[in-house]
């Protein structure tokens, strides 16, 4: 039963559709592959596979969830360097074959449990200044790839590719230059020994909102010349991404009730007000929205999530106009490791989340899905237009809201 207090998003499935476009218009040569662990809501996942993406799945659950809803295995690469081998089989049997590694032991497992897998060698990055590491954890290096590159030859497996991942919440983009000037080292080494190596992935790690320091396109503008570079448009090379935060980060917004308040008194005499701040950036990827009006006193205050542990705390300090218990507040950019990573600790349900699509969107989607991406799509504005609604839950969709139903 939802109360009409419970926290929700909503999530704007138009601002998946915008962000599409604006990928093909910065990354002309690159395929985005959805990292399908950023946000596996089924609506956004929908979206996604009917402009075309293809899916990058880190499990047997997020494969079966892709195929579900009719995602050809070609368009699935199995990103996940360290697979069980139940799962590795589940991937050969439902036909999906483009799967990374970066160890030998994998590739043993691989041998034995899909042959027949195409293999992506994921190679390390210098990941230093992204905001959530990934290299810490996986990616082999130039020496480690020879010795790979020789063991699957042994082993007589087929390796097509190079793979990396810069970081997610990448903040140097030269990190993505050297990474694929490695991949390029790598694609060599391939060669000598007799592989036909054909795709590059240039993993995630792109800004999913604007209140980053380095924006998409300062990425993209670094990134192309590269790709031209170490991978001219005639060597034939098929290049993927995998973004996951990219597309997902700004379509979210969640909205929270405040369910209690406490007042702390200052231990020393002194006024208590404080400065105001408004839609003040709270963490990198999400930020809060008050807006105070001009009379409006502000005090220090730290935000709590409603669970009984000490360490749900969302905001440390924070000035703000005194709420009241029924106030609402609004975080925007929520889409990224947000729904996916929630739990139902203490009993504390996820929030519903209620899908908006603007008409333009969907009927922009729609000649996406029927013919393909236009050139002349990419001139469409679709931010500025009303919203109509789908909702997740199967509820009858309102007459108004009719043609933007996601069949999910
Ligand atoms: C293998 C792989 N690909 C893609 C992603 C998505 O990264 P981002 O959300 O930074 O685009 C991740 C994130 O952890 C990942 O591990």
């Not at 138009?14 to 662990?37: C, E, N, Q, S």
Request: proline share 5%; aromatic share 8%.
């Amino acid at each position: 039963m939802i109360d009409d207090k419970d926290a929700f998003y909503v999530a704007d499935l138009g601002d998946i559709v915008k962000k599409h476009m604006r990928w093909h218009k910065a990354l002309p040569r690159v395929t985005p592959f959805y990292a399908v662990k950023c946000n596996d809501s089924r609506a956004v996942v929908k979206t996604l596979a009917v402009l075309g993406a293809g899916f990058d799945c880190a499990s047997k659950t997020e494969i079966q969830l892709v195929q579900s809803i009719g995602v050809p295995p070609e368009r699935i690469i199995y990103a996940n360097p360290c697979k069980q081998v139940s799962q590795i089989k589940h991937a050969a049997s439902s036909g999906v074959q483009m799967m990374t590694f970066d160890s030998e032991v994998e590739l043993m497992k691989v041998a034995r449990a899909h042959p027949k897998a195409k293999l992506v060698l994921r190679i390390t990055t210098d990941d230093s200044k992204a905001v959530c590491r990934l290299s810490v954890k996986f990616g082999a290096t130039l020496k480690t790839s020879r010795l790979l590159l020789e063991r699957a030859k042994e082993l007589d497996l087929a390796i097509v590719g190079v793979s990396f991942h810069v970081g997610s919440g990448c903040t140097d983009p030269e990190t993505f230059v050297q990474a694929i000037s490695d991949a390029r080292c790598v694609f060599d080494m391939g060669a000598e020994l007799g592989f036909n190596m054909y795709l590059l992935d240039i993993g995630g790690g792109f800004p999913g909102s604007e209140d980053v320091k380095l924006k998409f396109e300062e990425i993209t503008n670094v990134i192309n010349p590269a790709l031209d570079k170490y991978f001219p448009s005639d060597s034939g090379i098929n290049i993927i991404a995998e973004p996951g935060r990219y597309y997902v980060a700004s379509a979210f917004t969640l909205a929270v009730n405040i369910i209690a308040k406490k007042i702390v008194l200052k231990e020393q005499t002194g006024s208590d007000e404080v400065e105001c701040y408004s839609d003040y950036d709270i963490t990198s990827g999400s930020s809060v929205l008050i807006r105070p009006k001009p009379d409006d006193s502000c005090y220090s205050c730290s935000i709590w999530g409603p669970t009984c542990d000490g360490l749900d705390r969302i905001v440390e300090r924070f000035n703000m106009p005194e709420l009241q218990v029924g106030d609402w507040i609004l975080f925007e950019n929520m889409g990224a490791y947000t729904v996916a990573a929630a739990s139902t600790f203490n009993g504390f349900q996820r929030p519903t989340i209620h899908y908006v699509m603007s008409r333009p969107a969907w009927q922009l989607m729609q000649q996406i899905k029927e013919q393909g991406f236009l050139a002349e799509a990419e001139e469409q504005d679709v931010s500025s237009l009303p919203v109509s609604c789908a909702w997740e839950s199967g509820i009858e969709y309102p007459a108004t809201c009719a043609s933007a139903s996601i069949n999910v």
